[in-house]
Nanobody
């Protein structure tokens, strides 16, 4: 059984930083793709950052977070992290970790975490 458990969310002032972590069990983070999505109140869930870990290599970021967020994988700990700098109020959302075993890394993720709240407010 695959489980993805996020941690590290919280409240921070604009301009601050947070580091989210996602611990995987029953799934090897080196398999194919890992991603972070977010959903703000009243909005659709959107992809924030994707990392290709399996046969391909590379990262993909939403335009809104480029140069501020960094996704990374720790194969030894079987975790994926999202480092978020220069946070803005519009980054407020529930952040979800996701994984899939094959196919395009842009959509149709198979496995999801329960989410962690990030609130950016002064």
């Amino acid at each position: 059984q695959v489980q993805l458990v996020e941690s590290g969310g919280g409240s921070v002032q604009p301009g601050g930083s947070l580091r989210l972590s996602c611990a995987a069990s029953g799934y090897n983070v080196s398999t194919h793709c890992m991603a972070w999505f977010r959903q703000a109140p009243g909005k659709q869930r959107e992809s924030v950052a994707i990392i290709l870990v399996g046969g391909g290599r590379g990262t993909i970021y939403a335009d809104s977070v480029k140069n501020r967020f960094t996704i990374s994988v720790d194969k030894g700990k079987n975790t994926v992290a999202l480092r978020m700098n220069s946070l803005k109020p519009e980054d407020t959302a529930i952040y979800y970790c996701a994984a899939k075993t094959s196919g395009s890394c842009l959509y149709d993720y198979q496995y999801w975490g329960q989410g962690t709240q990030v609130t950016v407010s002064s």
